[in-house]
């Protein structure tokens, strides 16, 4: 590579490829699935309805979102191995929990030596429906609990929280998850979906290439940050009043540390995410009785916009979002990938389905060449 061609550092505005799948605009906050804006989206459509839009690029008819359905429902229960290496494994982050869980739902599935185009997505299908069970039956081990068998009537947003709690959910809690399951769901050439496309590039397996992603979203940069959002306001919240956060948050920037759940590579705007999950978060604090973490949370992103000029981006209220819905913060970044994976799996379809290996260039800043081999003794 000549050295005129210098990198953008983190390949920022550089386009990687062509989707049909998600359209992003950072000047004007406009995220759209396939055409269709995120708001309208997040409003009237249910997280299997988005997942049909990404995978086939259309909104379902009635008939095909029913066989979709039926699929999904179909594809629930974990394998009985993977179950007992859950068991098995030690206690630890709850995303090398996935990561180790999902490489493992690849020995059990009965297409995994089958990567034909109808296979791959029979097994997109699988992998949406078995990491949600997957990280339900995670955060229920995590805490002594058994295993909860997922409910056929139940849509996916429903069981689970069902899977996961082992109660009905109220139709609320399930409208609030299911919303913040769709608004999750793509977002373009994010770290752990360009990941995924990369691996999906060598026409590796399927499976490879969702825990590829996975790894890759665990990172603090990424989808770690909104369970480090939760933990930065606990930890706020463990000995002052909401009045602290400012002077907390104040003290973290002279640090020169960054604020979990702020700034966004494409968004010079509101994220549009952000704008429903502040809502979700609000009202679901107010409804469990604690206004204080939407209130202190309201504190940090007028102080770090006025300081920083920077933006809330998605994980900021989904974190405080998830916490209202009583679930444990080390579940908020798996239940990303419970969203995200419908994202991945379409980009991977998309990859397969026009491929040509992704292998760029690094420009060289090492020692000059050619060096002179010295003999060890001589070294
Ligand atoms: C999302 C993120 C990785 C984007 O990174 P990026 O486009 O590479 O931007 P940079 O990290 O180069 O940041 C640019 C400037 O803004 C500052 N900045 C960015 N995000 C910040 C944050 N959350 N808190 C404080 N300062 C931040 C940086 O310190 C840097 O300042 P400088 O120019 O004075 O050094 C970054 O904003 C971040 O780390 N956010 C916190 C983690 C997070 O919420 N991730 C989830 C993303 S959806």
New binding site residues.
């Given amino acids: 590579m000549s050295t005129a061609e210098k990198p953008k550092a983190?390949l920022?505005d550089t386009v990687a490829c062509s989707s049909a799948i998600c359209y992003l605009d950072g000047d004007h906050g406009v995220l759209a699935y396939c055409g269709y804006d995120i708001h309208d989206l997040a409003r009237h459509a249910t997280f299997e309805e988005v997942c049909y839009l990404l995978w086939h690029r259309r909104l379902p008819t009635r008939a095909e979102l029913g066989d979709l359905q039926s699929q999904l429902v179909a594809a629930r229960a974990l394998p009985e191995g993977v179950l007992r290496l859950l068991r098995a494994l030690p206690a630890g982050h709850s995303m090398d929990l996935l990561r180790t869980l999902t490489s493992a739902l690849g020995h059990y599935d009965q297409d995994a030596n089958d990567h034909s185009a109808q296979a791959n997505y029979r097994k997109a299908v699988r992998l949406t429906s078995q990491i949600s069970s997957l990280v339900a039956t995670m955060g229920r081990m995590s805490k002594g609990l058994g295993p909860i068998e997922p409910d056929p009537v139940l849509g996916h947003a429903a069981n689970f929280l069902y899977m996961l709690t082992g109660e009905r959910p109220s139709g609320l809690a399930t409208h609030a998850f299911d919303v913040a399951l769709t608004l999750h769901a793509d977002h373009e050439l994010n770290a752990s979906t360009f990941a995924a496309r990369v691996a999906a590039a060598t026409l590796t397996d399927i499976h490879s290439t969702i825990v590829g992603a996975i790894g890759a979203l665990k990172g603090?940069?990424?989808g770690g940050?909104n369970a480090d959002v939760m933990r930065l306001l606990l930890d706020i919240g463990k000995d002052g009043p909401v009045e602290k956060a400012e002077e907390v948050v104040r003290a973290r920037?002279a640090r020169?540390e960054?604020?979990?759940?702020?700034?966004?590579?494409v968004y010079h705007t509101e994220d549009p995410r952000a704008t429903h999950l502040r809502q979700m978060s609000r009202d679901l604090g107010q409804r469990a009785g604690e206004p204080m973490w939407f209130e202190m949370s309201q504190r940090i992103e007028a102080l770090?916009k006025t300081e920083?000029k920077?933006n809330p981006?998605?994980?900021f209220y989904s974190a405080t979002t998830y916490h209202a819905l009583g679930i444990d913060v080390d579940l908020f970044t798996p239940i990303f990938a419970v969203s995200r994976v419908s994202g991945w799996t379409a980009h991977v379809l998309e990859q397969f389905a026009n491929n040509r290996l992704i292998r760029p260039r690094a420009e060289y800043i090492g020692p000059e060449y050619p060096q002179r081999y010295q003999p060890l003794d001589a070294r």
Wanted: glycine content about 14%; cysteine-free.
């Fill in positions: 983190g920022e603090p940069l990424h940050a920037l020169k960054k604020i979990p759940g702020f700034g966004h590579r770090v920083k920077l981006n998605v994980d």
